[in-house]
Structures are given as structure tokens and as C-alpha cells.
């Protein structure tokens, strides 16, 4: 696929020529996530959440664009922990949407703690 492509279907790139060394070894940790902390300290993001993102995915939301806004964007979340890279966009978004709609404290524990064991395993990362 070629990258103007794959960036409209999932909005980011597998090989991305803009990361340098350094970066991937950053993303393949997820320690480029650490900066959002800041933002859950300021109260713009939550810990767990959907993912946030850009403008033009929130349009892809369609009728489900103000429910899918109704929560707080998350360091980590359903689809973070339930398949990250090795999903398409389109189940991404059914699975943020089934977090907004089904979000509890006990999903939230089941989600940090499915995130820890994902990151230190590397799975998914991209």
C-alpha cells in the first residue's frame, strides 16, 4: 500500500520515513506517551480513554461523533489494550466506541493493567 493510502485508512504509517532511530526506539517502548502525562495533570486527558486524535478522524464518527467526544481522551484505552497496531481503523473506532459506552472503574483497572503487560511485552506498538 502506498503511504498516502495507508495514512487515509489508519491515519499514521507503519514505516514512517519521519521517525529517526531514537523515535522508533521511543515508540516501540511507548516512552513517547510519557509528554501526555503533563496533560492529565492540566486535566485535558485521562489516564484511560479513547485515544485521542486529530480532527479528521473525528468526522469518521459520523452520528457517533458527540458520544465519542463525551469522554475524555486517554493515555491508554479499550482499543490500546485490545489490539492497537494489529487492528483496522474501522475497529478502532467500534472499540473506543464500546469503551465510551460501556465505561466503569472496573474497565478502567482491566484496561491499565492489560496496557502494562502489552507495553512491557512490546505487542502492538508500531
Do not use: H
Not at 457517533?64 to 478502532?92: C, H, I, M, Q
Request: hydrophobic residues 35%; glycine residues 6%.
Amino acid at each position: 500500500m502506498n503511504k498516502k493510502r495507508e495514512w487515509d485508512a489508519n491515519f499514521k504509517l507503519e514505516n514512517d520515513p519521519r521517525i529517526t532511530k531514537v523515535g522508533n526506539i521511543l515508540r516501540k517502548t511507548s516512552l513517547d506517551e510519557l509528554p501526555q502525562i503533563l496533560n492529565i495533570f492540566l486535566g485535558n486527558m485521562s489516564i484511560i480513554g479513547p485515544r485521542p486524535v486529530i480532527d479528521e478522524e473525528v468526522e469518521l464518527y459520523g452520528k457517533d461523533k458527540d458520544k465519542f467526544l463525551s469522554v475524555k481522551p486517554g493515555l491508554t484505552g479499550y482499543w490500546a489494550a485490545n489490539g492497537r497496531s494489529s487492528t483496522t481503523y474501522e475497529e478502532r473506532m467500534e472499540m473506543e466506541l464500546y469503551y465510551v459506552e460501556n465505561c466503569s472503574i472496573w474497565l478502567d483497572i482491566k484496561i491499565f493493567f492489560k496496557t502494562i503487560i502489552s507495553v512491557l511485552k512490546r505487542e502492538g506498538a508500531v
